[in-house]
């Protein structure tokens, strides 16, 4: 039997847990051990009215404008673990399990959008689906928007620290809801209608997967984490915390480890930039975070993004996955080549701590704001050069 996958967790912070006035936001995504993670980038675009676009398995009507993003995404799929927009706003996913069916058929998945989701959810000819809760995060709040088939519920976050894993966690702190949700949890006997209406209480499986009962684990270890740090938060210590390997956190034995990270600092002041950190590698306890902030001369971004195969990529064409392409990016296969080397590791850390000083610097007013433009991809060539 194929190993259980154990998935993601996702951190915020907002002040007064943050030292600063930013919100930090921290993401692993833990997938399947050899899948690729890339980081890219899209332009903000006009589309013309009725237009579509193409998703993992389906077509949907596109917006009108679509702001800039980064992103950062197992590299077969359209949609993506985490990433952010120009506008300041970042976002994450998990996987949960809750009453509702989620179909095998080829659907959005919750990496696409929450919205009727379904479809393979890996790069494998054996269907393994799941529901996605998501973690939206702001200048100035967070959202937790947790789904169950095509029904969601969401809370609202303006203060302190929280952590989500794979598991529902909104209770009875509802700030809005699908308006049918309570009208099907009535009618399937799930909940009576009398009292107060808990939401992970009514819809979490009545025997759930063993990869929950893990989730409940980390999800504890992680909040006590938050909890050490609260009202210290920072870049940094976000940073360890996703590093952190006694929690179960960081994730680098099994079929499952965490195949890239993120964080983000928000700035409360709207004059100053957000900044985002990307592995774009496996194992942060063994990668550097680079620094990327939106920027009028953002260019290609080949060294981190994947091959691209078009229509005749196995992931595109029926039927699915009967084959195996080479997915690894520039930055993929040198950090691939030096993994065991600790020394390199040491280095390239105050590499990373060099950065984090710049960026203080930064917010602090002390360093003007687009020198840090190409940051990241100085960081990225200069850990190339380096493993190699």
């Given at each position: ?298 260019g290609p971004m080949q060294r981190v993004a994947s091959p ?81």
């Amino acid at each position: 039997m194929a190993e259980p996958p154990l998935s993601c967790d996702c951190f915020v912070s907002l002040p007064p847990g943050s030292r600063d006035d930013h919100v930090i936001f921290g993401k692993n995504s833990d997938r399947p051990r050899d899948e690729v993670q890339e980081v890219v980038f899209y332009p903000a675009a006009a589309h013309p009215p009725g237009s579509s676009v193409e998703c993992t398995y389906i077509q949907i009507p596109q917006a009108e404008h679509t702001h800039a993003v980064v992103l950062s995404r197992p590299a077969w799929l359209w949609g993506a673990e985490m990433g952010a927009n120009d506008q300041g706003v970042c976002v994450g996913n998990e996987a949960v399990w809750t009453r509702e069916p989620v179909s095998d058929g080829e659907a959005l998945l919750g990496m696409d959008l929450d919205h009727g989701q379904g479809g393979p959810c890996r790069e494998a000819q054996e269907p393994f689906s799941y529901p996605t809760p998501t973690c939206w995060w702001t200048r100035t709040e967070a959202w937790v928007l947790e789904t169950a088939g095509r029904l969601w519920v969401a809370q609202k976050v303006t203060a302190g620290v929280k952590n989500i894993s794979n598991q529902l966690t909104i209770g009875t702190e509802i700030s809005a809801e699908h308006p049918e949700l309570r009208s099907v949890a009535r009618s399937q006997g799930w909940w009576d209608g009398e009292g107060e209406f808990n939401f992970s209480q009514v819809f979490s499986p009545e025997n759930p997967p063993a990869r929950m009962e893990l989730a409940k684990q980390r999800y504890r270890g992680g909040t006590a984490l938050m909890k050490q740090h609260d009202g210290s938060v920072t870049a940094e210590v976000m940073m360890s915390i996703l590093r952190d390997k006694p929690s179960g956190i960081c994730m680098d034995s099994g079929g499952f480890c965490t195949t890239g990270s993120m964080v983000s600092v928000l700035p409360r002041d709207p004059g100053l930039p957000c900044i985002h950190f990307f592995t774009a590698t496996p194992d942060p306890s063994r990668s550097i975070f680079k620094p990327f902030v939106f920027s009028e001369r953002i260019g290609p971004m080949q060294r981190v993004a994947s091959p691209q195969y078009g229509p005749d990529d196995p992931a595109r064409r029926q039927p699915r996955f009967q084959s195996q392409v080479d997915r690894r990016h520039d930055l993929y296969k040198a950090h691939q080549g030096a993994l065991s080397n600790m020394d390199a590791s040491q280095i390239l850390r105050d590499l990373e701590s060099q950065c984090l000083v710049d960026i203080l610097a930064m917010l602090s007013g002390e360093l003007p704001g687009e020198e840090l433009g190409d940051l990241f991809f100085d960081c990225v060539d200069a850990e190339i050069k380096f493993y190699q």
